[in-house]
């Protein structure tokens, strides 16, 4: 099993920046991806920001690209997302995840981001 801690959300002013990070602990070994998914309000799917593989391959959902970095630390089983240049409507939960190679899929409890403008 894989355990994840997320942290660094906030409320920040539009135009700013924020930076999360998730660390994971556990069967770590085992992690093929790592990602951060987001819910907005008003009962919003869930859906994918940012996900980074084992090999360092990263995609972005186009909402966010050239103003989101997805990165990992291997070696401390951590995955950061640099927020810059914030809308209001980034304003989300946002959910660390990590797929295994085995397909399974853990997640974060969650960490609230709000953008005021």
């Known amino acids: 099993q894989v355990q994840l801690v997320e942290s660094g959300g906030g409320l920040v002013q539009a135009g700013g920046s924020l930076r999360l990070s998730c660390v994971a602990s556990?069967?770590?070994?085992?992690?093929?991806?790592m990602a951060w998914y987001r819910q907005g309000p008003g009962g919003k799917q869930r859906e994918l920001v940012a996900?980074?593989?084992?090999?360092?391959?990263?995609n972005y959902a186009d909402s966010v690209k050239g103003r989101f970095t997805i990165s990992r630390d291997g070696a401390k089983n951590t995955v950061l997302l640099q927020m810059d240049s914030l809308k209001a409507e980034d304003t989300a939960v946002y959910y660390c995840?990590?797929?295994?190679?085995?397909?399974?899929?853990?997640w974060g409890q969650g960490t609230q981001v709000t953008i005021s403008s």
């Open positions: 996900i980074i593989t084992n090999a360092g391959n990263t």
């Open positions: 995840n990590t797929r295994l190679w085995s397909g399974t899929n853990y």
């Open positions: 556990g069967t770590t070994f085992s992690i093929y991806s």
